[in-house]
C-alpha cells in the first residue's frame, strides 16, 4: 500500500511527465492572431465580414515524447450583428481539446462567448470602437492513472514488472468545472490596411477546484491575465508589417510572444484580396527558480486569398531542452475563413 506522503511525491511526478500543473494547463497558440476567441472574447464578432470560421492545431515535443506529444485541436466560429447606426454584438463559440503524455492527462472544453463593440470616434472608413467582451464554458478533464508505473513495480535489480502493479484508486479519473473569463479591447482603423489594435482579458475568473484527488483539498486553477497589442502598418502599396505582441501571467508563470509579419500584397484583382506573409517571433518565458529564458524563434508563413486565410508556423527550441529535442518544438497549421456579405456600413476592422 502506497503511503500518503509517497502518493503526493508520486502525483507531484505525474504532473512534471505532464509537462505542466494541473493548475496551469491552458492551451496557447504560437499562431494567436489566428485563434482570437482563445485570446481574448473581446475579439468576438470583431472582423471585416459577418460570420469567421477558425481552425487550429498544435503538435509540440513530438521529438521527446513520440506519439505522446502534446497536441490542441481548436475550432470555432463567431458572428458580428449591427446594432443602431453604428455599433456591434458579437456572439461565438469555441471548442477544444488538449492531450498529453503516457497517461492521455487532457482537457476538453465548450466555451461561448460575447462581446460589445462601441463607436467612439471617426466616420465611415475611419473609425475606433472600445469593446468588452465575457465567456462561460464547460471543461473536462481526464487521466488514465492505471497506465502509470509506481516505484514498488521495479524490482531489487531496477527492471519493471507490471505485475507488481499498484494502481491505487485516486478518487476520480475525469472531473468537469464552469470556466468564467472576460476581457477588453480598442481599435483604431485609419483605412482598410492599416489599423491597431490593445486589449486584454481576465480568464478562469471563479478559479475552479482542478485537483484529481478528492482526498487531499481543493487545487484552484490558476487565473490568467493576457495582455496583446498590434497592428497592420503598410510601408508601400504592396509591403506591409503586422507586428504584435502578446503576454501571458498565470499563478507563476509567465510567457511573451513578440515578432512581426512582414506582408506582401499579390496581383491587382481588387474584387480578391491576396497577400503572402513571413514573419519571426520569440517566445520569453521566466524559469521556476528565478530569471528569464528564451524558449523558442517561432518561424512563420501565411497566405491570405480573399476570405481564407492558411497559417503555418513553427517553433525552434532554443532553451537548455534543445540538446534532448535537437531544437525541435511544435508547429501549427491554421485555418480561417470569413463568410461575407453586403455589408452596409463603411467601418473596417482589424485584420485577424
Known amino acids: 500500500m502506497i503511503t500518503k506522503l509517497t502518493r503526493k511525491i508520486g502525483f507531484l511526478m505525474l504532473l512534471v511527465a505532464f509537462g505542466f500543473s494541473a493548475q496551469a494547463q491552458d492551451i496557447h497558440f504560437s499562431q494567436f492572431y489566428l485563434s482570437p476567441l482563445n485570446l481574448n472574447p473581446a475579439l468576438t464578432g470583431v472582423m471585416n465580414c459577418n460570420g469567421r470560421i477558425s481552425g487550429n492545431y498544435r503538435s509540440q515535443w513530438a521529438s521527446i515524447l513520440r506519439n505522446k506529444a502534446f497536441s490542441t485541436f481548436s475550432v470555432s466560429y463567431d458572428q458580428k450583428i449591427p446594432v443602431g447606426r453604428s ?6 463559440i469555441t471548442l477544444w481539446r488538449d ?23 471617426g466616420y ?5 470602437y472600445f469593446v468588452v467582451g465575457a465567456e462561460g464554458g464547460y471543461s473536462q478533464r481526464s487521466v ?42 480598442w481599435f483604431s ?11 486584454g482579458s481576465y480568464h ?15 487545487v484552484p486553477l490558476y487565473s ?13 502599396d504592396r509591403i506591409g508589417l503586422g507586428p504584435k505582441v502578446v503576454a501571458f501571467k498565470q499563478g507563476p508563470s509567465m510567457e511573451v510572444n513578440g515578432g512581426t509579419n512582414m506582408k506582401f500584397v499579390l496581383g491587382d484583382n481588387k474584387f480578391f484580396y491576396q497577400a503572402v506573409q513571413f514573419g519571426a517571433w520569440v517566445r520569453i518565458a521566466n524559469k521556476l527558480d528565478k530569471g528569464t529564458l528564451m524558449d523558442a524563434l517561432i518561424l512563420t508563413t501565411r497566405f491570405d486569398y480573399d476570405q481564407f486565410s492558411l497559417g503555418f508556423s513553427y517553433d525552434i527550441n532554443t532553451s537548455k531542452l534543445r540538446q534532448a529535442s535537437n531544437s525541435n518544438g511544435a508547429f501549427e497549421f ?6 461575407c456579405g453586403p455589408e452596409r456600413r463603411g467601418v473596417y476592422c482589424p485584420h485577424f
Request: charged share 20%.
Open 124 to 128: 465611415r472608413k475611419k473609425a475606433h
Open 189 to 199: 482603423v485609419f483605412d482598410d490596411m492599416t489599423n491597431f489594435h490593445i486589449g
Open 144 to 185: 488514465d492513472f492505471q497506465k502509470a508505473q509506481w516505484g514498488n513495480q521495479y524490482d531489487g535489480n531496477s527492471s519493471y514488472d507490471p505485475n507488481l502493479a499498484s494502481y491505487e484508486d485516486w478518487g476520480r479519473n475525469q472531473f468537469g468545472f464552469v470556466d468564467i473569463g472576460a476581457g477588453m479591447l
Open 99 to 121: 492531450q498529453a503524455g503516457s497517461l492521455g492527462f487532457g482537457t476538453m472544453q465548450a466555451r461561448l462567448s460575447g462581446s460589445y463593440s462601441k463607436k467612439m470616434g
Open 87 to 92: 455599433d456591434y454584438f458579437g456572439a461565438g
Open 224 to 236: 490568467r491575465i493576457s495582455a496583446h497589442v498590434g497592428g497592420e502598418f503598410m510601408m508601400s
Open 334 to 339: 491554421s485555418l480561417a475563413y470569413k463568410i
Open 204 to 218: 478562469h475568473i471563479n478559479r475552479a477546484d482542478v485537483t484529481f484527488d478528492e482526498n487531499d483539498g481543493t
